[in-house]
Structure formats: C-alpha cells, structure tokens
C-alpha cells in the first residue's frame, strides 16, 4: 500500500521501495538508513569545522601518501562503526584504510552486503568552506554467507554494484542514491533531523553547457582531451554553447551539479599520473553508476568504467563522467587521438 504524504521521509521511502519488491529482506534499507545515520553524526562535525579545533592535519598520511585531516578520521570511523553495529554488512573497504575490515562475529558473517566509501572526498577544502561529501557504493558479496567476508567481495567491477550515492555538505545537506530502478535525492530537514525526498527520480539531462576540468593540468593532458576541452571553450550558440567552465575540485559538488544541470567532469590521466587521481571503487565506480542510473554515462577514456575488473583496492583511474551526448562527443575526441 501506498503511504500518501507530501514528505518521505529517507527511512519511509526505502521502507517503500521495499514493499513493492516482494522478494526484498529489508537488508538493503537497512543498510541505507545506516549510512544515512553516519552522514547526519557527520554533517553536524562538518559543520562545525571553522568553530573548534578539529581542523589541521592529524599528522599521519593515508595509505596514497596523502595528508590526512581529522575529519576524514572522524568520518571513516562513524560510518565504519554504524556499519560494524547494524545488521545487513559483512565488512567494509575504505578510502582511508589499507586494507579491508571484515566484521567476522556471527550477525555480519550472515549478512549479504558488503559497503565501500570515500568517508570524506574534498577535504582539502575544508578549511576553507566549500562543500565536501561522503561516497559509498554497496555490493552483493560473491563469498558465501556464514563465513567472513573476503577481498573478492571487494574487488567487483562497479556493473555489480546493488547501490552507490553520495552526501554533499554543501549549502544544504544532502543524501542521493541510486538503485538499479532509479536515483532518488534527500535533502536534510535541520529541524527535526530527517533527509526528506526532495529530488524524486534524478533524470542527468542529456546536453548540457557546464565542462568541469582542472584547466593547470591542461597541458599534461593527452591530445584528444585538450582538443575536446578547446572545443568546449569555442562553442557558440549556433552549436549549443557557450559552454561554462566549472570546477571547485570537489566531486561530489562538481558531479551533482553537472546530475542536476547537465554537463561533463573530467579527471584525465596526465604525463605525471597517467591514471589520474580518482580512485576506481571509492570514487569513480560510485558515480559512474548513479550517472548512469540518471541516463549519463562514464568511462574511463577507452571504456565503459563499471566493466573494469578492479586487481587492488586503491586503484586509480583517469575518469569522465555526464551528459549522454556531451560524453559522445568527447569519445569522438578521444578514439581520433
Ligand atoms: P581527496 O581524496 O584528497 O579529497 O581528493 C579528491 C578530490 C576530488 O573530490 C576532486 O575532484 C579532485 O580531488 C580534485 O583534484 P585536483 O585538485 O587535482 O583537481
């Protein structure tokens, strides 16, 4: 039965997606409302990041060698803990952790889920105000049940992801997901402390005029990606332009106002990093399949991102992620090169 409301409720709805789906354990949004717990513990810390003495490096560097805040700390370990004490995962990989944390006590031995997450992707933008996110992306295990999760789980290409969604701290907070039957956004209600559906079924319209890139890389690029940027920077209104350059260097903002708008976010490889920067299941996996769930697509220059067989945990990967058509034409770019 259908609840008639005006407001959903994050819980109300995945409690209803449920029901239309007989064969569903209630597992997943289990899982879901998990995540969504972190996020909220989280937003709170976020937002009070410029008032007490949370910011600054911890002074210690994540398992890339990069300089780790507080804050990511703070994430990883509330989302590491919700997960740890609720009943529908098996263990978890981290962008901030080595290796993978397999719960093993009897509950998560049974569970049938197994979550990956970049607990706080920007954060070198944390000082400094600008919006910031969670990542996560949820996979059936491929080990058997009754028994502790194993790195296999891990290491699926992202076309077995079961959901994958973000949260953005941004000027409201918050919560999209996606599912194989569609992308559903939530934005946080402060006042009574609840993501609430407020982007029902996110459609990534097909063109848009919005290229986000990081222009001091631009001559490390490889060929086709600097003719397509050149392209981006020469249209007119006679072909669809002029296009808008955009970039915080924050994805999970750049992304979901390129979902929202329409556009293209590029991470290339370069000359001095020919994977690029992104990582493949933290980060790139997660967003290629809610593009794709919108009607967008991803790939990674050659191929389709989400066919990739991921061989470690940290892997990286050069990225392009959007607008159906507008991903067209850069391919047209990129196969000429
Ligand atoms: P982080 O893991 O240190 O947060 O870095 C990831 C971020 C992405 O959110 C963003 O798109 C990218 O790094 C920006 O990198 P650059 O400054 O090299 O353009």
């Not at 920007?122 to 996979?139: E, H």
């Not at 997901?177 to 097909?206: M, W």
């Amino acid at each position: 039965m259908m609840v008639n409301r005006n407001i959903l409720t994050l819980d109300e709805f995945t409690i209803q997606q449920m029901r239309s789906f007989p064969a569903a354990t209630g597992e997943l949004s289990s899982l879901l409302r998990d995540i969504g717990l972190a996020s909220k513990r989280i937003n709170v810390e976020v937002n009070k990041a410029g008032l007490v003495d949370i910011l600054g490096d911890y002074g210690t560097t994540n398992v890339q060698g990069e300089e780790v805040k507080k804050l990511d700390i703070y994430a990883n370990n509330q989302l590491m803990g919700v997960l740890k004490h609720g009943i529908s995962c098996a263990g978890i990989a981290s962008e901030e952790l080595d290796d993978i944390v397999v719960f093993d006590d009897e509950v998560s031995n049974n569970s049938k889920y197994i979550c990956m997450f970049d607990p706080l992707d920007g954060s070198g933008n944390i000082d400094v105000n600008v919006s910031i996110g969670t990542i996560f992306s949820i996979y059936r295990r491929v080990s058997k049940l009754g028994i502790p999760c194993t790195k296999e789980d891990f290491l699926q290409p992202g076309n077995k992801q079961v959901a994958a969604g973000y949260v953005i701290y941004g000027s409201s907070t918050m919560l999209v997901y996606a599912t194989k039957r569609g992308v559903n956004g939530f934005t946080l209600d402060p006042q009574i402390g609840e993501f609430s559906l407020s982007h029902p079924d996110i459609q990534c319209p097909a063109d848009g005029k919005i290229y986000s890139v990081n222009h001091g890389n631009f001559f490390q690029y490889e060929q086709g990606v600097k003719e397509y940027i050149t392209c981006c920077q020469k249209k007119t209104k006679a072909d669809g332009g002029p296009y808008t350059q955009r970039y915080i260097g924050s994805m999970v903002a750049d992304v979901h106002r390129n979902l929202i708008k329409g556009g293209i976010f590029t991470y290339p490889g370069t000359t001095d990093k020919p994977n690029g920067k992104l990582r493949l299941l933290y980060e790139c996996n997660p967003f290629a399949f809610i593009v794709e769930m919108a009607g967008g697509r991803a790939t990674d220059g050659k191929q389709r991102v989400m066919d990739l067989q991921p061989t470690e945990l940290h892997q990286r990967t050069p990225f392009f992620v959007g607008s159906k058509n507008m991903m067209d034409e850069l391919d047209a770019f990129i196969k000429a090169d």
